[in-house]
């Protein structure tokens, strides 16, 4: 079995649905994005999450906003629909890059059928990404290991194989034998929600850990490597993603055990120097609180950064990138100034 898909298109009716990934994994519902309003929210509230599934969803979304703008106003509107979807979740990369993608075509005159193909192009880009990621991280996956992985970069937030979990599918596929261990990623619970289900659904061995066992596992010799996700690395190779990621890493260290980002190269942004430089994200305090918790203040941020120095190297479309290396990241860096 394989997890149903995050995002879906229709071409021909230009119609958008999200799975609601608030539900997952005891319901699956779609939500029908029929507007800026309903795209934000689906954005804000999570129920399409990881940074390249909210880019492509939000280039989606502007086109079923276009095909009902009124020609005459549509510069000035799609523009300001753009701003709104950007702004509806500030720390990965991928949201305005891909809104920007758009906008482009649209500053250079293209109509509704040119938007429609700009993200349908991201989207194809996407699963060809997640393919290449597989094919540079899967060499890491010898037989036998353990790989711890936080949070959710697997199919429901990108596309089809997802980014770290993709050497894994591609590892299975050939029929190494490896197990995964996935935090549970506190407060919502992505790793226990999302990870665990879709790797199960494939046929992955994978154990759920609380967050803070990860230490204890670690010391003890279970873990041979750690691969998460990224919602953006910054052009000093500074890694954000979910809070608790610079946990592991500082563990990694400690413990000498190799710390892999995968990182599409939509997810590199070479215009922010550092990761002190990102706005991360902070939500709401009930998130942490839930119906267990004193009625105290929450410190809730979504994301962490971890700082180039931890991070043993960068799994891309365009191979294994060694942080050892003098200029691991020129080669995304040439590419993406190009948006
Ligand atoms: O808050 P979320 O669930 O959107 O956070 C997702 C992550 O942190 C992922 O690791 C990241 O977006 C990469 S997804 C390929």
Request: hydrophobic letters at 45%.
């Amino acid at each position: 079995m394989r997890v149903p898909p995050a995002i879906l298109w229709d071409s021909a009716t230009l119609s958008l649905k999200l799975l609601d990934q608030r539900l997952l994994p005891h319901e699956q519902t779609y939500l029908d994005i029929t507007n800026l309003q309903e795209a934000c929210a689906a954005i804000a509230t999570l129920a399409v999450r990881g940074a390249p599934a909210i880019g492509i969803a939000a280039a989606y979304a502007l086109v079923v906003c276009a095909r009902s703008l009124p020609e005459q106003t549509a510069t000035t509107d799609l523009t300001d629909l753009a701003s709104q979807l950007k702004a509806a979740r500030p720390t990965a990369v991928n949201l305005a890059w891909a809104v920007d993608r758009l906008l482009k075509v649209h500053q250079a005159g293209g109509g509704l059928d040119a938007l429609h193909r700009e993200a349908r192009a991201i989207h194809d880009e996407d699963r060809a990404i997640c393919r290449a990621i597989g094919a540079a991280g899967a060499p890491l996956i010898k037989p036998g290991v353990s790989v711890l992985t936080h949070c959710n970069a697997g199919a429901l937030a990108v596309s089809e194989l997802g980014t770290a979990t993709a050497p894994l599918y591609l590892s299975h596929q050939a029929g190494i034998p490896f197990r995964v261990y996935a935090d549970e990623t506190r407060p919502l619970l992505q790793g226990a929600r999302l990870t665990a289900w879709e790797l199960q659904a494939a046929g992955i061995d994978v154990t759920l850990i609380c967050d803070n066992a990860a230490a204890a596992l670690m010391a003890s010799g279970e873990i041979d490597l750690v691969i998460v996700g990224t919602d953006r690395v910054t052009r000093n190779g500074d890694v954000v993603n979910k809070i608790g990621t610079l946990n592991l890493a500082v563990l990694c260290r400690h413990f000498g055990i190799p710390f892999y980002v995968a990182c599409p190269s939509s997810t590199f942004d070479p215009h922010t120097a550092t990761g002190a430089d990102v706005t991360i994200e902070h939500r709401a305090a009930q998130e942490v609180l839930g119906e267990q918790a004193a009625r105290v203040k929450a410190h809730n941020p979504a994301f962490d950064v971890t700082p180039a120095e931890l991070v043993s190297g960068l799994i891309t479309d365009r191979g294994l990138l060694d942080y050892s290396s003098d200029h691991p990241l020129l080669p995304l860096l040439e590419d993406q100034q190009q948006y």
